[in-house]
């Protein structure tokens, strides 16, 4: 298994700005994901992040807007550009292997609120 | 594309009532098939997962999940709900170990 921590836990920001989302795992994982998960609904995929290379969106997610980095197998981050309300959500932050037969496993997430 | 479509958006239930959730999936090829839980403030634990042999599955607290491939079905189900199982549930497919997708989620709220 692997523990992924994710900072900030939580926060407010003002429309217009930015916001850059850590992901730490515990261990040296394959595959690294950040999802979304909007008020009352589901997590929806953002992207996969790659290391050393451009992250893979998901469609109607943009890397202008979702920029993530990941240097290195066990650390990723996702920055929210030029956020506004719509973009009030938690953040999650996940983890597996490529070995068929492994779960993802998650961060406890980063609740944001725009204000 | 892959899918997932959960059925009940909101269950309400007392306890000691027999629960089933209903979970459907798009996917051609070989899936791995999860249910995740989320308890109110914490994070996504994973309930159990099925990739391959026996396709009735039990995972943890008394879940259990039945694979039928013909109708790509990946149904929860616990025979008797407790109050501390009030939660939201995912279901959720992933080919390989790659992206996982996730359904709506199913609200459950157990009565005491």
């Known amino acids: 298994s692997a523990v992924i921590s994710q900072k900030p836990s939580r926060d407010i920001c003002q429309r217009g700005t930015s916001l850059t989302i850590q992901c730490q795992v515990d261990?040296?994982?394959?595959?690294m994901f950040w999802y979304r998960q909007q008020p009352g609904q589901s997590l929806t995929l953002i992207a996969t992040?790659?290391?050393?290379?451009?992250?893979?969106?998901e469609s109607g997610f943009v890397i202008d807007k979702f920029p993530i980095s990941r240097p290195n197998l066990t650390f990723s981050t996702l920055t929210v550009s030029n956020m506004s309300p719509e973009d009030s959500s938690i953040y999650l932050c996940?983890?597996?292997?490529?070995?068929?037969?492994?779960?993802?496993?998650f961060g406890q997430g980063t609740r944001l609120t725009v204000v | 594309a892959q899918s997932v479509s959960q059925h009940n958006h909101h269950v309400i239930l007392s306890e000691a009532a027999s629960l089933e959730l209903g979970c459907n999936y798009s996917?051609?090829?070989?899936?791995?098939l999860f249910w995740y839980v989320q308890y109110p403030g914490q994070h996504l634990q994973l309930l159990l997962k099925?990739?391959?042999?026996?396709?009735l599955v039990k995972g943890i607290k008394g879940f259990e999940a039945e694979f039928i491939k013909s109708k790509f079905s990946f149904n929860l189900r616990k025979p008797s709900v407790q109050w501390s199982d009030t939660a939201e549930y995912f279901c959720?497919?992933?080919?390989?170990?790659?992206?996982?997708?996730f359904g709506a989620g199913t609200r459950l709220f157990v009565k005491a």
């Open positions: 959720a497919v992933g080919p390989g170990g790659f992206k996982t997708i």
């Open positions: 996917y051609g090829g070989t899936v791995n």
């Open positions: 261990s040296q994982v394959t595959m």
């Open positions: 996940s983890a597996s292997s490529d070995s068929r037969g492994t779960e993802a496993f």
């Open positions: 099925y990739f391959s042999g026996d396709p």
């Open positions: 992040a790659n290391q050393g290379s451009e992250a893979t969106y």
